[in-house]
């Protein structure tokens, strides 16, 4: 089993920045890959982004060359830097690990809000 905790949403304006940390129960590299995901009201889930646990990154096209996924493996969190950021990125924000297995683990949700 594994553990993951959201923590860093809120509501930000047009054009602003959020950091979203996801802390893991134990080491990150039990994991194959670990990343996030967002789900919009009336919307399937989508991703946003992943880490691969050599360390290669893939983002959605919606969100390249302002969001940056990094990690923390002293602290076996993964963090989402997300920047320049628009109305259409509102969402629920989860994070996702993923076992060499394929078992995926999901955290709670944190929601992100970007409003004038």
């Known amino acids: 089993q594994a553990q993951l905790v959201e923590s860093g949403g809120g509501l930000v304006q047009p054009g602003g920045s959020l950091r979203l940390s996801c802390a893991a129960s134990?080491?990150?590299?039990?994991?194959?890959?670990m990343g996030w995901y967002r789900q919009a009201p009336g919307k399937q889930r989508e991703l946003v982004a992943t880490i691969a646990h050599g360390g290669n990154t893939n983002y959605a096209d919606s969100v390249k060359g302002r969001f940056t996924i990094s990690r923390d493996s002293a602290k076996n969190t993964v963090h989402l830097q997300m920047n320049s950021l628009k109305p259409d990125d509102t969402a629920v924000y989860y994070c996702?690990?993923?076992?060499?297995?394929?078992?995926?683990?999901w955290g709670q949700g944190t929601q992100v809000t970007v409003s004038s």
């Open positions: 996702n690990a993923e076992r060499w297995s394929g078992v995926h683990y």
């Open positions: 134990g080491s990150i590299f039990r994991f194959n890959a």
